[in-house]
């Protein structure tokens, strides 16, 4: 079978809302790799057939739209090519092998049959449904953290929950509970899937919400893998939100963007705990653990 690869280069900004958009136009899946500090290439494959050229319109017009919305996609580049391979698919999944993180954690594909010993935890999804699947090194950093931080009582809320991954960290790990936040429509049957095929779904609340806006419960811990942008407006509402010294966990935050997210945190009555980074692709990424100060009142 001939594939029609299509490679859009966009702002991080705009990265998980152009992929939603691949995923939903059947992408068999979509890579993302960075290509500095504020772009990306998002590569999806397709059946190289006359709906090729529907795609590509739909994801022409969807780009022009994102302004509207708020979303800066500069630079939005599309390019187009003919993939002569019947293998493909065996190969793009030769590119998702199973990927130990931290201590104890083992991120796999559904397709993988991986041996494992009892005491890891083993967390199973399909890198073709949704961002957020262990291969980045933002979701790697907020595993780290998270493995080192959650305990048997915690209440948890995963803001930005994409495929669900940190959500069903937590619930491996001991959480209680986890409600699971994402304002995506489209995300929501990816993460619904992925909390069943690991059978914490009795422990999870999922919905389709803006941050913390109208929720009203509390937490011990609060957790966020996505950009400095959307991490910033949201830290003074996780001080209403947070049990006494109670924990974030962020991540999606590039160095150059530490000191403004920690300046933040420490205005918001947080006390910086912990900054782990790690550098891919000449970019350096940052995950950053604080609590509430004991004399804060939540």
Same mark, same amino acid.
């Given at each position: 079978?001939?594939w029609?690869?299509?490679? @859009?280069?966009?702002?991080?900004?705009a990265?998980?809302?152009?992929a939603?958009?691949?995923?939903?136009?059947?992408?068999?899946?979509?890579?993302?790799?960075?290509?500095?500090?504020?772009?990306?290439?998002?590569?999806?494959?397709y059946? #190289?057939?006359?709906?090729?050229?529907?795609?590509?319109?739909?994801?022409?017009?969807?780009?022009?739209?994102l =302004?509207?919305?708020?979303?800066?996609?500069?630079?939005?580049?599309?390019? !187009?090519?003919? @993939?002569?391979?019947? %293998?493909?698919?065996?190969?793009?999944?030769?590119?998702?092998?199973?990927?130990?993180?931290?201590? $104890?954690?083992?991120?796999a594909? &559904?397709?993988?049959?991986?041996? *494992?010993?009892?005491?890891?935890?083993?967390? /199973?999804?399909?890198?073709?449904?949704?961002?957020?699947?262990?291969?980045?090194?933002? &979701?790697r950093?907020?595993?780290?953290l998270l493995?080192?931080t959650?305990?048997?009582r915690?209440?948890?809320?995963?803001?930005g929950?994409?495929?669900?991954?940190?959500?069903?960290?937590?619930?491996k790990? $001991?959480?209680?509970? @986890?409600?699971?936040?994402e304002i995506?429509?489209?995300?929501?049957?990816?993460?619904?899937?992925n909390?069943?095929?690991?059978?914490?779904?009795?422990?999870?609340? #999922?919905?389709q919400?803006d941050?913390?806006?109208?929720?009203?419960?509390?937490y011990? !811990?609060?957790? $966020?893998?996505? #950009?400095?942008?959307?991490?910033?407006?949201?830290?003074?509402?996780?001080t /209403?939100?947070? *049990? =006494?010294? $109670?924990i974030?966990?962020?991540s999606?935050?590039?160095?150059?963007?530490?000191?403004?997210? %920690?300046?933040?945190?420490?205005?918001?009555?947080? /006390?910086? #705990?912990?900054?782990?980074?790690e550098s891919?692709?000449?970019?350096?990424?940052?995950?950053? %653990?604080?609590?509430?100060?004991?004399?804060?009142t =939540?």
């Amino acid at each position: 079978m001939d594939w029609a690869k299509i490679t @859009v280069t966009t702002s991080q900004e705009a990265s998980e809302a152009i992929a939603n958009l691949l995923f939903e136009l059947n992408a068999t899946g979509v890579e993302l790799k960075d290509n500095d500090a504020s772009t990306v290439h998002l590569i999806a494959h397709y059946p #190289l057939d006359d709906r090729v050229g529907g795609r590509l319109q739909k994801l022409r017009d969807f780009l022009a739209e994102l =302004p509207a919305w708020g979303i800066q996609s500069h630079p939005a580049t599309i390019d !187009l090519k003919h @993939v002569k391979s019947e %293998k493909w698919e065996e190969a793009w999944k030769s590119a998702f092998p199973p990927r130990r993180v931290g201590r $104890g954690i083992i991120i796999a594909p &559904t397709w993988s049959d991986i041996p *494992y010993d009892k005491t890891e935890i083993l967390i /199973q999804l399909d890198p073709g449904l949704a961002f957020g699947t262990g291969y980045h090194p933002t &979701t790697r950093l907020t595993l780290e953290l998270l493995e080192r931080t959650v305990k048997s009582r915690h209440q948890v809320a995963d803001i930005g929950t994409g495929s669900g991954i940190l959500t069903i960290a937590a619930i491996k790990l $001991g959480a209680k509970h @986890v409600d699971a936040i994402e304002i995506d429509s489209t995300a929501i049957p990816v993460a619904a899937s992925n909390f069943q095929v690991n059978g914490v779904t009795s422990q999870v609340c #999922l919905s389709q919400a803006d941050g913390l806006k109208g929720i009203e419960n509390r937490y011990h !811990l609060i957790i $966020g893998n996505i #950009l400095t942008k959307a991490i910033l407006p949201i830290i003074p509402s996780c001080t /209403q939100r947070l *049990y =006494p010294e $109670g924990i974030v966990i962020f991540s999606g935050i590039l160095e150059t963007e530490l000191a403004q997210v %920690k300046s933040v945190l420490e205005a918001n009555q947080f /006390q910086c #705990l912990e900054v782990m980074s790690e550098s891919e692709d000449n970019i350096t990424w940052v995950g950053i %653990k604080a609590s509430l100060r004991s004399t804060a009142t =939540p």
